[in-house]
């Protein structure tokens, strides 16, 4: 009896879910796909970084911090990068950056969290929740998912820009960041 119990109680101790604290950029990726006359424009963000503390066994606890480098926009044409950092745009030179603030997390099970949090874009900050999904292995794990933001709710695309007819207003964010203790 005696040895049943030690077997399960190191079971347990090896079975604790780990705490993830930071997030590798390099393993990590933050994309979005617009549309332009009806034409899907995608893009990715090259620089962000994230400041965490989450226990998938006690979501409720989390806290963190994704903030994007808005300069580091990338479309893969030269012209639209510099089009979009603009007063217009992004105008990075008033607001270089956008933050995510994590309220809560709630587990949805089987690995599926619903994370609530306020958006902050360009001066404006909006709440948004989002669907995420945490693959596990070993001691990291990858939390994916994507979500929908109005760009003209945060004022990017203005002038001849902010006609949906021509930019939709849409906009589809798809994350995958790699997490470790």
């Known amino acids: 009896m005696k040895i049943l119990a030690v077997a399960l109680a190191l079971s347990c101790a090896c079975a604790q879910a780990t705490e993830y604290r930071r ?3 390099a393993g990590s990726h933050i994309r979005f796909t617009s549309r ?16 965490l503390a989450f226990d998938p066994e006690a979501p409720a ?5 994704l903030r994007i480098d808005l300069s580091s926009v990338d ?11 603009g007063a217009q ?17 709630q587990s949805q099970g089987a690995g ?43 004022g990017i695309g203005g002038g001849a820009w902010g006609d949906v007819r021509v930019v939709a207003n849409e906009v589809t964010v798809q994350f995958h960041l790699v997490l470790g203790p």
Not at 43 to 50: L, M, P, V
Not at 61 to 65: E, I, N, S, T, V
Not at 75 to 85: H, K, Q, S
Not at 89 to 98: E, G, I, K, S
């Open 23 to 25: 997030v590798d950029p």
């Open 36 to 51: 332009q006359m009806g034409v899907p424009v995608d893009g990715a963000f090259r620089k962000f970084d994230a400041s």
């Open 61 to 65: 606890a989390a806290k963190g911090q």
């Open 75 to 85: 479309t893969g044409i030269r012209e639209v990068n510099e089009e979009v950092v």
């Open 89 to 105: 745009w992004f105008d990075v030179r008033r607001h270089p950056d956008a933050r995510f603030e994590m309220h809560q997390i």
């Open 112 to 154: 599926r969290f619903q994370v609530s949090g306020v958006l902050s874009l360009k001066g404006v900050s909006q709440p948004l929740v989002l669907n995420a999904v945490l693959k596990a292995s070993g001691n990291q794990a990858a939390m994916e998912g994507s979500f929908v933001i109005k760009r003209l709710d945060f």
